[in-house]
């Protein structure tokens, strides 16, 4: 990538396979439709290795997260499933009063059931008091979020009904951290609509001004994971709606295979990549760029969410800020400024 800057960049888009592992091997790619079947636990030795298949399943990381809201509220819900643990999320930021409820529970992997593919599955987490499902129904053009909670801690009562539509172009990867060992990822920014509840208080979204974001990810990450990413959306200078995802992360061919786009008038188009660099005084701040002069956005965090612990054999620094970006992305030869953007970003460095 040295020496790139000026020159055009261009990752070529393949048509979607059936399966994401086909005879064994990890069909490394960029597409632009659901993958039907992610059998990851298909691949032979993903881990360079011969285990069996308990182990590969233990090693294999996956989650599936949304973001959500309008120019009032922003929303970050997930369900991650490390193996060893799992994290249920919720995060509501009103931008207005700058007001943000945070949750975040850790509970048995038992208890947490993360989709095969956006097809027809469903990712969630039930108790009872604490409840989040992710249907993903991209067969039938749309993907359901319900999440409802009532007399956890201090938490007040939350019922979140969202419905988006997966009528827009994805972002789907199967990118290489080894020779045959991969992280696969399903993202789109969509139009979408609902309400949330919380105590006496009802909000509700319409599609035309409020939008949702979908990360569907499973990954045999390293030992000793790290990345960062940021995501969002909002106006154009030309006054058109986008959204955008960039990520820095183990991939051992970014040039090649990655998940950096930028939504915008419902396709996905690629984006070079990036890197993530960051001040902390006077206060934070993070510079997100890439080598082709494509990316030159900036990220002033307002609130975050934080999960550190070191316990020796596992290890978690995770930060995830909410604020606003700007800066311009250049696609198609078109410099495209941000006007108003708003979003999150995640440092994650794990060792599990």
């Known amino acids: 990538m040295e020496g790139c ?6 990752r070529s888009i393949n048509k979607s396979p059936k399966y994401i592992v086909e005879k064994g091997k990890f069909k490394f790619g960029n597409y632009n439709k659901a993958i039907e079947n992610v059998n990851m636990l298909d691949a032979l030795n993903p881990l360079g290795k011969k285990y069996p298949v308990w182990f590969n399943n233990i090693r294999l990381k996956e989650w599936e ?19 060893l643990s ?5 995060m509501i930021y009103d931008r207005i009063k700058k007001l943000l409820i945070k949750i975040q529970k850790f509970t048995l992997p038992r208890k947490t059931s993360i989709g ?3 097809l027809n599955s469903q990712t969630s987490y039930i108790s009872n008091n604490f409840l989040m499902k992710i249907k993903n129904r991209v067969k039938e053009g749309n993907i359901e979020i319900q999440c409802t909670i009532h007399g956890y801690r201090s938490v007040p009562y939350l019922n979140l009904k969202l419905l988006a539509h997966h009528s827009t172009e994805p972002m789907v990867t199967c ?14 920014f969509m139009p979408m609509e609902g ?3 919380i105590d006496e208080e009802k909000i509700t979204f319409n599609t035309l001004d409020s939008r949702m974001i979908i990360d569907d990810h499973k990954g045999f990450y390293p030992y000793k994971l790290e990345y960062d990413w940021v995501t969002g959306w909002g106006m154009s200078d030309d006054g058109s709606v986008i959204g955008f995802n960039l990520t ?11 998940e950096n786009c930028l939504w915008h008038e419902g396709k996905a188009h690629p984006l070079p990549p990036v890197k993530v660099e960051r001040i902390y005084i006077p206060k934070e701040v993070w510079y997100i760029k890439d080598n082709y002069e494509k990316v030159n956005i900036v990220f002033y965090p307002e609130e975050k969410m934080e999960v550190k612990f070191n316990y020796i054999l596992i290890y978690s620094d995770y930060e995830a800020p909410i ?4 800066g311009f992305f250049i696609s198609d030869n078109k410099k495209i400024e941000l006007v108003e953007c708003f979003g999150m970003g995640e440092k994650k460095k794990y060792r599990f």
């Open 5 to 10: 800057s000026g020159i055009e960049y261009k």
């Open 86 to 90: 799992s994290i249920v999320c919720l």
């Open 248 to 258: 820095d992360n183990q991939v051992t061919d970014k040039e090649n295979y990655n």
């Open 116 to 118: 095969k593919g956006m």
């Open 195 to 197: 309400f949330l509840c």
């Open 65 to 83: 997260a949304f973001q959500a809201g309008n120019d009032k509220v922003f929303i970050f819900g997930a369900i991650y499933n490390a193996k």
């Open 175 to 188: 990118m290489p951290l080894g020779e045959n060992r991969a992280i696969y990822s399903h993202k789109n």
């Open 323 to 326: 604020g606003a970006f700007e």
